[in-house]
């Protein structure tokens, strides 16, 4: 893996010089991972380098050859599905604290508590901007505030 | 079939075609969605099975197509199948639980495009549950829930 020994905090994404998330879509569905990227575009939040991948299977081989600070995964997919995407990635491997954000229609309670437990959040299809923005910050434990400073910080310069 | 059934289709159906596809219920009501349209179905199983009619018309499907991509203009056909089977998908998994309750756990299974969906409409097989058109300014949809009769009617009883 490319981030052995890394975990993802707030003072990863500040060690990159600036608070833009790379973001991991994982969907089969092209249309839906375009329209996940479309309102993360609308979140307001800084964004920086965007990965898509249509399985379980291709996201893992994203994550290995990738820096990611976050990954949004479907749950029904082909080849390897969302739910066995996570296992893997939460049972022992080098990112096991990778923040992940489920995006499913699911809505049965128990199998929404069961992803839970596995520490990933879940958005419920459809989401809106507002959703998405709470859930990430409050996934990768950036608050409101600190992203204002750091993004004040960004516009200002370096050199400031 | 009761009216409240048909109103939670309409107003979840309406509210995610507004949410996932940009598009707002209007004032066109001269087209017939069934006419010149792209249908797809979600089967689902549970307490009982039945599936999820999505139909749109053809002035309707790329422009959806086209929000859920955010692009201004989509001429990709496989693109816009893959819109319609992938709302179709969020209606049903939203509509079942608002209609039967969130402690009735359905299984969906993968949508797919129907070529026809008369047979499905006037076979014996299923019964329309609630139907729902809804009108924009560049087309309609129409929602249409259907359920196997007999497991129906067993599973209320």
Known sequence: MACVGRTHTLADMQGEGDMSFNILVVDDSA??????????????????????????????????????????VDLNMPIMNGEEMIDYIRNGSAIADLPIIVVSTESNMERIES????????????????????????????????????????EIGPDF | M??????????????????????????????NARTDSTSAIVPFRGPFSGCLLVSLSSTLLPLLSANMLGEQACSNKEWEQDSLREISNVICGNVLPAIYGFERIFQLDVPRLLDNPDPLLRGSEYRTEAHAHIFFDSGQAAVTLLVESKAFASSIG
């Open chain 1, 31 to 72: 249309v839906m991972r375009a329209m996940i990227i479309r309102v993360l575009r609308l979140t307001g939040l800084s964004l920086g380098e965007l990965y898509e991948a249509s399985d379980g299977h291709e996201g893992l081989r994203v994550l290995d050859k990738n820096w990611v600070d976050l990954a949004f």
């Open chain 1, 115 to 154: 992803i839970r437990q596995k520490a990933v959040e879940f958005v419920h299809k459809p989401f809106t901007p507002e959703v998405l923005r709470k859930t990430v910050l409050q996934l990768t434990g950036v608050s409101d505030d600190e992203l204002s400073r750091e993004n004040s910080l960004s």
């Open chain 2, 2 to 31: 009761t009216n409240s059934v048909e109103k939670i289709l309409y107003r979840k159906s309406a509210l995610i075609f507004e949410e996932l596809g940009f598009l707002m219920p209007g004032s066109n009501t001269k087209e």
